[in-house]
């Protein structure tokens, strides 16, 4: 579904991916891990198309399109989801009436008529239930004034309405509460199926706990460095990145 | 991806939709300010004594009035002596009924979404249409009078309903008011005349619909609403002009006049040319509008979309002279390119238990540079009178400007006034995260912009609420990176 190949990319002349490769299948769930610094966040970025980052080399396909070559929403169209780390505040437009607004863009895209206002709320009421999102929220202008715990609900929800193919949850775990973890990876949870591809991105083991891995990478400095399955992300639990590191320098040494 | 610059160039060669000219004969006066062109208007349009006297005393006030110093712009070098004062499409009789119209200025109206034909104009909205200086047509007249509602050209009102003309002509904005207001009761060519009598609620929306075609003319409509006892009317005006290079003036006078327990909603979309990208050309939009609540309970309420003009200068005022009676303004002034707008509202509490609201939204793109000027002030009779403001900005790209100037003056200590200011930008953030969603960024730069002003919107009638929506995110098609 995913392949990235030999990716580069830098922001403001600064070289933050130094060739990334990594290849997704229809139904996994990867987790890239990694120290503060190590280009996930980045990544993620480079993969929704955020415009400050300037891909310098290397290759990205979906389902056998050039993805670096699509604007920002073309890839959201065609199901690449980013749930932000920090979503965006919108004073004045109402949650509902900017999903409405998105789930119509992807729809008119792949060719299919609006959904009827009917329809579209049957749709959001189930979703709704699916994640545990507050119906309060639904009519409130997005984000504004949302707990951070809120607003990574949000994400979800979104997550859940617009059903994209691959998701890249960036950091959604951070600043959460236990209680709040678990409702969001149960979202998660009830949201994987043999379609979907899924990659997390998270500093802590915690978050894997909820939401088991197939496959875990660990970023650092650019790279992936290494990559196992659930275990891995025990094994840094315990020992942290540091071996990890010293391994890469006196590789990079040689 | 498109970088900032290339979507700000993108703007800038973006067309002004309604920049076409129509072709028609004219009578067209030499150009020239002086008394002589003001008695030539008046027999043109064959004025009674008394009109033509207090056209003269405007003259008289304008050549001693000054032009203000305060706005928050530099106030372009005004050659009115080039000017010409009357424009009108030349008509060889007396006018019947529509079929009589000349089919090309039925066709501007018709290009420009105002059909004039009764069976294909909106339905529930009655249109008074203007060409330069006259009007052209008005559609449901007849309909209208059955109920007592007169709704007509402001000349056909002076021949026809001369003394409640007279009666009410110049009592809010008097003929000395301001140096544009002296020149506007000097040269006024037509505009709209409304009267809703006792008890009616006017059944239709009445609409002028303003356009300027002819070149190096000024134009200056007056318009006059009285809406009597227990009487309801909402009103709603439209401006379009063709694109030239030169700028074109329009200073018009709007005066209402609210009964007891009259209700009169007032509602604007002003879309005259704006100018290009570098500022040449457009129509300078120099316009006093005032209304005053006289009786008791009346209320009147000023909604404004501005997102023509070179340069925006007006301030929809309400006297609220009656005990409790009610003021509102609502607005939405949009600049871009380099585009100004010094616009705001004054609200003057002189009766018991006034109230009013004011909500004003300005957005400012490219090098545009919006003002928001505004007094509230409370005479020491004004017992309990209130009064909210809030007062947004919303920035588009780091290139333009926006400045909030209120005023209040209170003199009474049992008023409340409240004020709320705000100032806001389009972030690329909150781009970046719509165009995740699916979003492309014009319409992502839409759905912040309405949700933005939607309050304002609100106010307005379906049909326009609509129109305006439209118009907003034409006006700012490109405007974000």
């Keep these: 579904m995913l392949t990235i190949k030999n990716l580069h990319a830098e922001v403001e002349g600064k070289k933050i991916l130094k060739g990334i490769n990594l290849e997704i299948n229809k139904g996994e769930m990867h987790a890239i891990m990694g120290p503060n610094g190590s280009g996930k966040s980045s990544l993620a970025s480079v993969l929704a198309g955020r415009d400050n980052y300037t891909v310098t080399e290397g290759e990205v396909w979906f389902n056998g399109k050039n993805l670096l070559e699509m604007s920002p929403e073309d890839r959201a169209r065609e199901g690449v989801f980013l749930a932000f780390q920090y979503p965006v505040e919108i004073p004045g437009v109402s949650n509902i009436n900017f999903l409405k607004t998105a789930v119509n863009e992807v729809r008119t895209y792949k060719g299919l008529p609006p959904l009827e206002a009917k329809e579209f709320l049957k749709l959001t009421k189930e979703k709704q239930q699916l994640v545990d999102f507050n119906t309060n929220l639904m009519n409130r202008s997005l984000n504004e004034g949302f707990s951070g715990g809120e607003k990574k609900r949000n994400e979800i929800f979104q997550l859940a309405m617009l059903n994209p193919q691959l998701a890249i949850l960036d950091e959604t775990d951070s600043g959460l509460d236990i209680d709040a973890l678990r409702i969001v990876s149960n979202g998660v949870n009830k949201l994987r199926d043999a379609e979907k591809s899924f990659v997390v991105i998270t500093h802590y083991q915690r978050l894997l706990e909820y939401i088991v891995p197939d496959f875990v990478h660990v970023l650092y400095n650019g790279r992936i460095i290494k990559t196992g399955t659930k275990e891995l992300a025990l094994e840094l639990e315990e020992k942290g990145y540091d071996w990890l590191k010293e391994a890469e320098h006196e590789k990079e040494s040689v | ?481």
């Design chain 2, 1 to 481: 991806m498109i970088n900032s610059n290339e979507i700000i160039d993108d703007i800038a060669n973006k067309e002004y939709e309604f920049g076409f000219t129509t072709d028609i004969e004219m009578d067209i006066a030499p150009p020239g300010l002086n008394e002589d062109i003001i008695r030539f208007i008046s027999a043109k349009k064959n004025e009674p004594e008394w009109l033509l006297e207090w056209r003269l005393k405007g003259f008289q006030a304008f050549k001693k009035l000054k032009f203000p110093n305060w706005q928050h712009f530099e106030l372009p070098e005004l050659d009115l002596q080039s000017l010409s004062y009357y424009a009108a499409p030349k008509k060889k009789k007396q006018l019947n009924s529509l079929d009589e119209v000349d089919p090309e200025l039925l066709a501007t109206f018709e290009k420009l979404g105002i059909p004039l034909n009764e069976q294909k104009a909106l339905t529930g909205v009655a249109v008074d249409a203007v060409f330069d200086s006259v009007s052209v047509a008005t559609t449901f007249k007849g309909k209208l009078k059955e109920m007592g509602v007169i709704f007509c050209s402001f000349g056909e009102a002076v021949q026809e309903y001369p003394d409640l003309v007279k009666k009410y002509l110049g009592t809010v904005v008097p003929h000395s008011d301001n140096v544009f207001a002296a020149l506007n009761s000097a040269v006024f060519s037509d505009g709209s005349f409304v009267y809703i009598p006792k008890g009616v609620r006017c059944p239709m929306e009445l609409s002028t619909y303003f356009r300027i075609n002819a070149q190096n003319t000024g134009q200056f409509e007056r318009t006059l609403i009285v809406a009597d006892d227990n009487s309801y009317v909402s009103y709603l005006e439209g401006c379009t002009a063709p694109m030239r290079d030169e700028n074109q003036l329009h200073a018009a006078v709007v005066e209402i006049v609210a009964l007891d327990h009259a209700e009169v909603k007032y509602s604007t979309v002003q879309n005259w040319y704006p100018g290009d990208k570098d500022g040449k050309g457009g129509i300078y939009n120099f316009v006093t509008k005032r209304g005053i609540c006289k009786g008791e309970r009346s209320k009147i309420s000023w909604t404004q979309v501005e997102t023509g003009s070179a340069i925006t200068w007006k301030y929809p005022s309400v006297i609220l002279q009656g005990d409790h009676s009610e003021g509102e303004f609502y607005s939405v002034a949009v600049v871009r390119n380099k585009q100004i707008a010094d616009t705001g509202t004054k609200i003057h509490h002189i009766g018991k238990g006034t109230r009013s609201r004011i909500i004003s939204k300005g957005i400012s793109a490219g090098h545009g540079d919006n003002s928001y000027r505004g007094l509230v002030s409370v005479g020491p009779r004004a017992e309990n009178a209130r009064n909210f403001t809030q007062c947004d900005s919303l920035l588009i790209g780091n290139q333009c400007g926006s400045h909030t100037f209120p005023y209040i003056e209170s003199r009474n200590k049992t008023a409340m006034i409240e004020h709320e200011a705000t100032t806001s930008k389009i972030g690329e953030d909150q781009i970046f995260y719509l165009n995740a969603r699916g979003i492309d960024t014009e319409k992502a730069v839409a759905l912040i912009v309405n949700g933005y002003v939607k309050e304002v919107l609100n106010q307005l009638p379906m049909e326009f609420a609509v129109e305006a929506q439209k118009l907003l995110s034409i006006t700012l098609e490109g405007s974000v990176g």
